[in-house]
């Protein structure tokens, strides 16, 4: 099998919206609420698995967020997807509600439009791959930093609520 370029069909950026959209799809609204225009997708089923479920949610929506590394979008374009992601994350801790709110906020979805615009204007890193790619891992660690606190945060805020011997 040959080597894959950033030539290939497969990382056009039509290839890499395409796929995109795909996935904020079935994320964010590939099922319908019977009687309804609601859509809600695997993003909103996962999430009511207690614990691990938004955590879960969170590492499968990272899929654009690659997908816009690997085209280079530029960093503040970068910097809006993770904060969609992020938010995302920290509502959906909150039980129910949470869930309710992921339906109406679709962060997949509005990444990958998103990606789209940023490749549609250009918006793409053109410098050194090296430096982009530090902005880019330090945006990502710096949100995974701020997911894994406020996992963190929300177990010892329920713990705390929850202790009978207060």
């Not at 615009?117 to 990502?140: C, N, P, Q, V």
């Amino acid at each position: 099998m040959p080597h894959r370029t950033d030539s290939t069909p497969a990382d056009r950026p039509d290839a890499r919206v395409a796929r995109s959209r795909r996935y904020g799809r079935l994320m964010d609204d590939v099922f319908t609420i019977p009687g309804t225009k609601i859509g809600f997708g695997l993003d909103s089923l996962i999430g009511l698995v207690p614990g691990i479920g938004d955590a879960a949610g969170t590492v499968l929506s990272t899929a654009i967020l690659v997908e816009a590394v690997r085209a280079r979008v530029s960093i503040p374009v970068l910097l809006r997807m993770g904060l969609n992601l992020l938010f995302d994350t920290i509502i959906g801790y909150i039980p129910l509600a949470g869930d309710v709110a992921d339906v109406g906020f679709r962060a997949n979805k509005k990444n990958a439009r998103l990606l789209e615009e940023a490749l549609t204007d250009g918006r793409t890193h053109t410098g050194s791959t090296g430096a982009y790619l530090m902005r880019a891992g330090l945006i990502i660690v710096v949100l995974l930093l701020i997911m894994i606190a406020s996992v963190v945060l929300t177990v010892w805020l329920l713990l705390t609520l929850l202790n009978p011997y207060r």
